[in-house]
Every structure is written in C-alpha cells, then in structure tokens.
C-alpha cells in the first residue's frame, strides 16, 4: 500500500550539489520515519541519513556529514536529500526508505522501498 519513488539524480561535476526526492504515497506514509541509502556497484547498501517523522530528529553517516542534508514535507508526502560539495566517491543508486517505529540507520529495519535514482560524480 505504501509507494516511494525517488527523482533528482543525475551528473554532477565534483564539488557540485544535487537534491533529491521521495515521493510517498498510502494511506500510512505520513506515520513512517524516513531514511537515504546508497548503493554502489559491487558494495553492500549503506546507511547515509534519516529523519523523524516532524523532521525535529536528523541522523547522518559520518561520510556525509556536513554536507548533506535530509528534509521532509509531510504536508505534500515529500523526503529531500540537499546534496552538496559531491566527490566521486559519492556516485551511487540512492534509495528513499521507509520505517514505521524508531529512527534506524540500518537498512534492514526499513519496510518500504524506492527503486533508486542513480547519481554520478564525475571529476
């Protein structure tokens, strides 16, 4: 019942910024605790941020940290990842999740999923 799909990726060069989306949709989408993940090729999904349900709880990787920022807008069922000062080692498919319960950074406690938007950092 629960719908996300993501938007926003693309090329960007080194030291450039992107944001991205999560579109949300269901009737529980409002309740959920939302989360970014990332994958690239051949590595294990990684944990990158997460935000509670009124955005007053924020959790990032250490990786990103200070340069990303997650967002929501509840009103619209809308989740953003600010993206800024990008490297290469940034290049990913970026997931939108979400969890109902508790704030998580691990991947497995998330019950939803988008089907990833694809960012590439060339340099």
């Known amino acids: 019942q629960v719908q996300l799909v993501e938007s926003g990726g693309g090329l960007v060069q080194a030291g450039g910024s992107l944001r991205l989306s999560c579109a949300a949709s269901?009737?529980?989408?409002?309740?959920?605790?939302m989360g970014w993940f990332r994958q690239a090729p051949g590595k294990e999904r990684e944990f990158v941020a997460a935000?509670?349900?009124?955005?007053?709880?924020?959790s990032y990787a250490d990786s990103v940290k200070g340069r990303f920022t997650i967002s929501r807008d509840n009103a619209k069922n809308m989740v953003y990842l600010q993206m800024n000062s990008l490297n290469p080692e940034d290049a990913a498919v970026y997931y939108c999740?979400?969890?109902?319960?508790?704030?998580?950074?691990?991947?497995?406690?998330?019950?939803?999923w988008g089907q990833g938007t694809q960012v590439t950092v060339s340099s």
């Open positions: 999740a979400g969890r109902r319960g508790y704030i998580s950074s691990r991947p497995d406690q998330y019950n939803y």
């Open positions: 269901g009737r529980t989408s409002s309740s959920m605790y």
């Open positions: 935000i509670s349900y009124s955005g007053g709880v924020t």
